[in-house]
């Protein structure tokens, strides 16, 4: 992976986390993968069960945003940090979120390990 290649699956990781399409989540990921929301959680493990669980608290249409930009790629390993933003249905910003994810991909481009780290901007 180079950072070209981690900036375009961040900017697909958005477009699948604001869509909810199942098959553009799934793509994210490899069959075999690790998904913690926390760096202490023990991982959700698989494809089927990582696309599964981004269903569980699922965002309102229109009141999420992300930007997030790769900080270090070395190999199959990335960092990256960004914002996670979320709006009221009227528009207003709610909450921020300073995020840092650590990401390892397989040869194919797909995550096989993600882990995030988030902190609620005061």
């Known amino acids: 992976m ?3 290649e981690v900036t375009r699956w961040l900017e697909r990781y958005v477009a699948a986390w ?3 399409d199942r098959g553009a989540i799934g793509e ?3 069959e075999d993968a690790e998904y913690r929301y926390h760096p202490y ?10 696309v599964s669980s981004w269903f569980h608290d699922q965002d309102e249409p229109g009141t999420y ?3 997030y930009e790769p900080i270090a790629v070395d ?3 990335a960092v990256a940090t960004g914002t996670s933003t979320y709006r009221s249905a009227e528009g207003k910003v709610e909450r921020v979120y300073h995020n840092a994810y650590v990401m390892r ?5 797909r995550c096989r390990s993600f882990t995030e780290w988030f902190m609620l901007q005061p």
């Open 18 to 20: 604001k869509s909810y």
């Open 28 to 30: 994210l990921f490899s």
């Open 2 to 4: 180079d950072r070209a």
């Open 41 to 50: 959680d023990d991982p959700v493990r698989g494809r089927g069960d990582i």
């Open 65 to 67: 945003d992300g930007r």
């Open 75 to 77: 190999g199959d390993v």
């Open 105 to 109: 991909f397989d040869g194919e481009g």
